[in-house]
């Protein structure tokens, strides 16, 4: 490849990255999925594994990103929350914790248990999340605890003088199942436990989820705090590899690594981190960033989604969804666009059969631009990459490989 580029574009599905299904002749979601553009990509230039999560290392979206983006998690990681709480505007205090705030969907099971019944309360509108969050802040935020709202189902609390060293289980873990014994984790701190059970009745007792139930759909009747910590302190990518860019995505999460990261936090109207998302903007806007920056981070999450509601046909079609509206557009306005550099990449693995992510090697393909002919028969599935033996590991280090263009094994 090109020693340089004088532009890089990096395409994240989230999740896409999957076991092989019984109900897919052994295939893998990624490899079933029909994906011409990110096949050419892997065909044309370089296709290999990398190792986004340690063994050691908690499985999740904000430890796999922030090991694309060049950041060795084990010394910059201090948890989810801290990063969305940077896209949202809120600047940590010393002594400020912050927690993810997830409206979730609980419910009594036969047996009298309490269940998580869903991890997103049915996918709730932003609009009607912030509701309420709304009420949450005038009935329960204080000088101690304070509600920010998000997006969708993805909220934030901020608490002053808190702990950050609890155990907390995500929620997209425990889909279907009692919560008694997860919310243990909470009994250390009896203020925050307390809290939960204060936001049960506050959201008990709101219109809007009894509208909601009337339509049919879930009603948001809790939260579920985790990914907390204290603010994070990171150098700049500008600093490490003298490039500035945009990041571009529907969720917090991402928005917040990118703005750590000394990246500008694109906000495209209609994206939502689902299927539903406003695909054409999101590649509206890393075209034209690409016009006068030189970095281009962009995140599609309906791949994650599908893969955490157990539902296989979603994911693929989120899958296919990610390489015609969002990879193939690019690869079409790029063509004859000038030492340009695109990387496609799966964060980490979603396995159908867990919904939740996983450590595991995940595939990555990287093409220059004006994009030569094809080198090998290859695809975008984990199998395919496998058999280049091209496995960079730890990931972090795979950043430094795609600007310098150098995939050379033992680099």
């Known amino acids: 490849m090109n020693s340089s580029a004088a532009k890089y574009l990096i395409l994240v599905g989230d999740g896409m990255g999957d076991e092989v299904q019984k109900a897919l002749d052994g295939k893998t979601p990624l490899e079933a999925a029909k994906t011409p553009h990110m096949d050419g990509l892997a065909s044309r230039g370089i296709l ?23 950041y060795d998690p084990d010394l910059y990681h201090t948890g989810r929350a801290p990063l969305e709480a940077a896209s949202m505007g809120v600047n940590l205090s010393a002594g400020e914790v912050a927690f993810r705030c997830n409206l979730v969907t609980v419910e009594i099971n036969p047996e009298g248990e309490l269940i998580l019944a869903d991890y997103s309360a049915g996918h709730i509108s932003s609009e009607n999340g912030r509701v309420l969050i709304a009420a949450l802040q005038r009935s329960l935020g204080n000088e101690w605890f304070h509600f920010y709202a998000g997006v969708s189902y993805r909220h934030l609390l901020v608490w002053r003088d808190g702990r950050s060293d609890l155990s907390i289980t995500p929620p997209h873990d425990v889909t279907g199942q009692p919560v008694a014994e997860y919310w243990q984790a909470y009994n250390q701190v009896p203020d925050l436990r307390s809290l939960m059970e204060s936001a049960r009745e506050v959201l008990g007792k709101e219109d809007l989820n009894r509208q ?27 600093e490490r590899f003298g490039i500035q860019g945009v990041v571009i995505s529907a969720v917090d999460l991402l928005k917040g690594l990118g703005i750590c990261a000394g990246l500008e936090a694109l906000s495209v109207p209609g994206a939502t981190g689902y299927l539903d998302t406003n695909y054409k903007g999101k590649v509206s806007a890393a075209l034209d960033a690409l016009q006068d920056k030189d970095f281009v981070y962009l995140h599609v999450e309906a791949p994650d989604e599908a893969s955490h509601e157990g539902n296989l046909r979603l994911k693929i079609e989120a899958i296919e969804a990610f390489d015609a509206k969002v990879v193939g557009p690019i690869i079409e306005e790029c063509s004859n666009l000038p030492h340009l550099r695109i990387m496609v990449i799966t964060d980490h693995l979603t396995p159908i059969r867990t919904r939740t992510h996983a450590k595991g090697l995940v595939p990555f393909a990287v093409c220059d631009f004006p994009a030569g002919p094809v ?37």
Request: hydrophobic share 45%; glycine share 12%.
């Open 375 to 411: 080198i090998s028969r290859r695809w975008f599935a984990e199998t395919s990459a496998a058999g280049t033996g091209l496995v960079i590991k730890p990931g972090h280090m795979l950043m430094d490989r795609f600007i310098k263009g150098d995939f050379s094994q033992g680099a």
């Open 48 to 70: 290999g594994l990398t190792e986004t999560i340690a063994p050691h290392q908690e499985p999740g979206s904000d430890v796999a990103n922030m090991a694309i983006l060049g």
């Open 212 to 238: 909601l139930t009337a339509q049919g759909k879930r009603a948001a009747n809790a939260i579920w705090l985790w990914g907390q910590g204290i603010a994070p302190v990171m150098p700049s990518l500008n």
